[in-house]
């Protein structure tokens, strides 16, 4: 963990975390606990999947996670970092944590490890999820996620209120938020589990949107920016959009669940999400250094690698636009979700690619980023995020969750554009 010197200003709307909070120790301490993560014990559990274990991600990555630790293990939380590698198996591998012959988790290529495609790490961490919080509870977050408001505080106020009517809570920023045998998360996984047992067992998500019970589901909404509308003049964006939905098969399954009224099992998906969801605005809370930027990632790469002003130095005007996407973030992100997916190849390298890519770029002292990576450590935000009211939405589909209507047969997709009740935006996929 490095230190400085400099006395990095706190911007209005934030207060410093007691450093009794917090556990500063060492990074090859903190380390070493990642390495070799306790059984659960309790449901206070933040999730992180890398395939290959948490010694072999990428450095930016370590210090997300080891942010996460420092802020969250003395309130009571344990951060684990689940794998699947096999040589050698260590203390984070999922089979320590859960039964992956269980077919009523995994699916059958999970379990015999033949997943492929283009998709591979993504869909794996994806079948991880639901049985996570299905069986231990707790949250489950990317690798890339830059956590800076209060979790604990969240997590006491909405699920684990008995007076708070919420039994999820549902961030893009933080991911799935729930306690375990969560009946929204069983069927989503019972539904995923249908569509992974297709065609005799897939082994990729390719195409699953096209799948019968997937009929009903909204498309994804591809968001507007510098350079995409140029795409979708060449004919780009069809194709995006099914790439992503292959890549986040997993989100369009969610979606399709808070839409369904299923009369047989009582299962009311509108009412819950109206009811019992804590579900934040994707652009405000996770997305604000790409609309602050116009979704240019070299930008916000060499904004965020710029020092900041000296002593009786005054701001040029590159250092203002730094100093107000880094104040805003602080201020209104309740988290930074970085982007790696395949909307790269519409838009160019993004922030987190570039970051991944420049090993230590993220934390050089004196550095915006690293003013960034300061406030997530030491400060927090004064409020506690709001969940937009959605309001009571019409169902997409009435009827069995994995039974197929005639009107389904004979229907295209919705576009989620005319579906407010949910809101499945590219974004969200872009882990």
Wanted: overall charge negative; some cysteine; proline content about 7%.
């Amino acid at each position: 963990m490095k230190t400085s010197t400099l006395q990095y200003t706190m911007p209005a709307g934030l207060h410093a975390i007691p450093l009794t909070q917090l556990d500063l120790r060492p990074d090859s301490e903190i380390d070493e606990h990642l390495l070799n993560p306790p059984q659960v014990s309790s449901e206070k559990n933040v999730w992180f999947y890398w395939h290959a274990g948490y010694g072999n991600l990428y450095p930016y990555a370590k210090r997300n996670i080891r942010t996460w630790h420092r802020r969250l293990a003395p309130l009571g939380w344990t951060v684990r970092v689940v794998d699947v590698c096999e040589s050698p198996r260590g203390a984070g591998h999922i089979s320590n944590f859960l039964d992956t012959s269980d077919r009523s988790l995994f699916p059958h290529a999970f379990y015999k490890d033949t997943i492929d495609g283009e998709f591979r790490g993504q869909l794996t961490s994806d079948l991880t999820r639901f049985p996570l919080l299905l069986v231990h509870g707790g949250i489950y977050a990317d690798v890339s996620y830059l956590q800076i408001g209060d979790v604990d505080a969240l997590w006491n106020t909405t699920v684990m209120n008995p007076n708070y009517p919420l039994t999820s809570c549902v961030t893009t920023s933080v991911g799935p938020t729930n306690r375990p045998g969560n009946l929204f998360l069983e069927r989503c996984n019972q539904l995923l589990l249908e569509l992974w047992a297709s065609d005799g067992g897939r082994t990729n998500s390719h195409g699953l949107l096209r799948h019968p019970l997937m009929r009903e589901a909204p498309e994804l909404r591809l968001p507007k920016g510098p350079g995409l509308e140029i795409m979708d003049g060449m004919g780009k964006f069809e194709e995006l959009r099914e790439k992503l939905s292959d890549y986040g098969i997993q989100m369009l399954v969610m979606s399709l669940v808070i839409g369904l009224v299923d009369p047989e099992t009582n299962w009311d998906g509108p009412g819950y999400a109206h009811k019992q969801m804590f579900a934040m605005d994707f652009s405000e809370d996770t997305a604000l250094i790409e609309i602050m930027t116009g979704f240019d990632g070299p930008k916000a790469f060499r904004l965020m690698s710029l020092p900041l002003p000296k002593e009786g130095e005054s701001e040029s005007p590159d250092q203002v636009e730094a100093r107000t996407l880094v104040e805003n973030v602080l201020r209104r992100s309740f988290a930074v979700k970085m982007a790696h997916g395949p909307f790269q190849n519409i838009i160019g390298k993004t922030l987190g690619i570039l970051w991944k890519e420049n090993t230590g770029s993220d934390d050089v002292l004196g550095t915006y980023a690293h003013w960034l990576r300061h406030g997530m450590l030491y400060w927090t935000q004064d409020t506690l995020p709001t969940a937009p009211d959605y309001g009571l939405r019409k169902p997409f589909k009435t009827g069995p969750l994995l039974g197929v209507t005639g009107e389904e047969l004979n229907s295209a997709p919705h576009s989620v554009m005319d579906s407010p009740h949910t809101r499945v935006d590219a974004e969200s996929v872009l882990v």
